[in-house]
């Protein structure tokens, strides 16, 4: 098959690959279409010890499966993979597993990821793709449930009701819009402001996005305003943001891992008593509920995403890296 | 009247002070016991913006009305005085209140502290001394008011039963030991590990404490395996062996204020969503739910307080400081 293959650092090649081979209990599934996510370009910088070269990246897959129990059917991938037996995965915080794996990632396991004509996955990943979702879309699932699993992980832990706070997203790529997206539209919170260095990022997000939009040294974000801080880009930068926001009791949900470590303002978290809340994947449940909300057009358009060819994907990395591409999400389609 | 005012970093005096003057609203309570707190030796150490020499220290206190409404009845305080009419007041998150000020402070307003022969309070911060419980040992109530709110915290927060939880308690102080008390005996946690450096203060805290006690360095405590995780310490390597030390998914409630500020694991906060927690004092509720918890004597035995003379003030500070004292809290009578 052809793939996507990261080699090195900054350098993608697209070549021939063996493909997957099935096994017992699995799928192999024909990529339709494939999203180049943050920890992807990550690995690409150089920076995940978990996506080391040569490797595919890949875990945002929509597709039909090739090979396996309901050939033809039309589908979109759960990339996270947990082994149903532990504690965690019995008492539905799968995404806590210890045997979590993901497509794409090669440590401490390997699963070869979706940017590439092929994909193997066991069969309990695979969703039946929505009858009003594009399968061109689709792959916005896996982000999307990122992004619902935070905003739930934010709504059980503020004080006061989430459509009554006032909400502050850091960064405008997709986990930044959809967060935005799910608080406005979904969770009907009134007073949303978004913040993006990218000028063309931003404004792109505004289209779409019934929030304040500003770049993050505008003087409209006074110290302890905001009831829920959503970090979704990581940087030491952003959580000295979040937290100077943050109003005494409030929230800051961490999605991002730009940096992952740095120092902190200890001392308002402990005297404001700040919660602040780490959040990784989602749970199968946050999963299936994405898919609902996909196919009823809870979140509104998605004309947001860019599509390229996957032969094309080494220069959309390029794109994203050097900070040119306003799309917050660039899916590659095989 | 005699005081023991805090003159400079390291350095309190025994001497004559004014007396405080009785206001509309308030009462002069005559002291019969005043305990010293972690936060008093921070302003000790000159490490406290909050408490600028000259200052009269001590915010846990326990004595009888001298003037005011109710002269002769026997009290305990709660120091934290709030506006009664923000947000936070009225939705008994009295704690969070912008313009709350406590005993023993003098920035940004002054309020003398308790370690002195009277001290003026708002009436609404006065309690009526629980029958079963003695005044000498009322001050206790102050921190262990602090230690029900962040088990309350930690409660709210966990997944799963606290009596059901493996739980670590950073630091054999006062905090830490009722923090361990309140766990164990009021919440019925079964598995309960303490840590302290101090071997005298170890051995002294496990007399009282149904748990595993360890130095910090100890190698029974691996990583990822507490369920919750209380750093009433709140120095940067603390909060490092808070973070290695919490299961995935898990809490760490943040009390202690040593350093505040530092570096801090964000990836592991992220990739296994742990809850970081600060806490501070606590709601009026808490405070009251404490005396009635003293009164029926559920944390057991106080025989691990120790009391000196107020003017003998100077000395203790200068043992919990060299480190010779075992025991977790010293009270001062007058």
């Known amino acids: 098959m052809q793939a996507l293959v990261y ?21 192999i599934i024909k990529v339709s279409a494939s999203g180049i996510c943050g920890s992807d370009m990550h690995a690409y910088h150089g920076k995940d010890n978990r996506r080391i070269p040569p490797l595919i990246l890949g875990h945002e897959i ?42 794409g990632m090669n440590r401490p396991t390997e699963r070869q990821g979706g940017l590439a004509e092929y994909v193997s996955i066991p069969d309990k990943n695979i969703y039946e793709l929505p009858e009003n979702l594009n399968i061109k879309e689709a792959p916005i699932a896996e982000p999307c449930a990122v992004a619902l699993h935070a905003v739930k992980l934010g709504e059980e832990n503020l004080f006061k009701s989430i459509n009554d706070s006032k909400a502050l997203v850091i960064g405008a790529g997709a986990i930044g819009l959809l967060s935005g997206l799910i608080l406005s ?43 829920i801080v959503f970090d979704t880009v990581g940087l030491e930068v952003t959580r000295k943001q979040a937290i100077n926001c943050v109003k005494p009791g409030g929230i800051i949900i961490h999605i991002g891992l730009t940096e992952p470590s740095g120092t902190f303002d200890f001392r308002k978290t402990t005297l404001q008593e700040i919660t602040f809340i780490g959040t990784y994947c989602y749970t199968n449940k946050d999963f299936e509920k994405t898919l609902n909300i996909l196919n009823k057009k809870e979140i509104g358009s998605l004309d947001w995403i860019e599509y390229r060819k996957l032969q094309d994907g080494s220069l959309a990395f390029k794109e994203i890296h050097n900070g040119s591409c306003a799309a917050p999400k660039i899916i590659l389609l095989t």
Not at 196 to 225: Q, T, V, W
């Open 185 to 227: 539209k979904l969770k009907n919170c009134k007073d949303l402001t978004i913040i993006e260095p990218n000028d063309k990022r931003l404004k792109e997000s505004l289209k779409y996005l019934d929030a304040d939009g500003f770049k993050p040294n505008n003087k409209s974000l006074p110290s302890d305003s905001f009831d």
């Open 62 to 103: 929509s597709g039909t499966i090739d090979k396996g129990k309901e050939i033809g059917k039309k589908v979109v991938l759960n990339p996270l993979i947990t082994c149903g037996s532990c504690d965690y995965c019995k008492s539905e915080r799968e995404h806590l597993c210890s045997k979590r794996i993901i497509l």
């Open 7 to 27: 080699t090195d650092t900054q350098t993608l090649i697209y070549r021939e690959e063996k493909n997957p081979k099935l096994v017992n209990g699995e799928s």
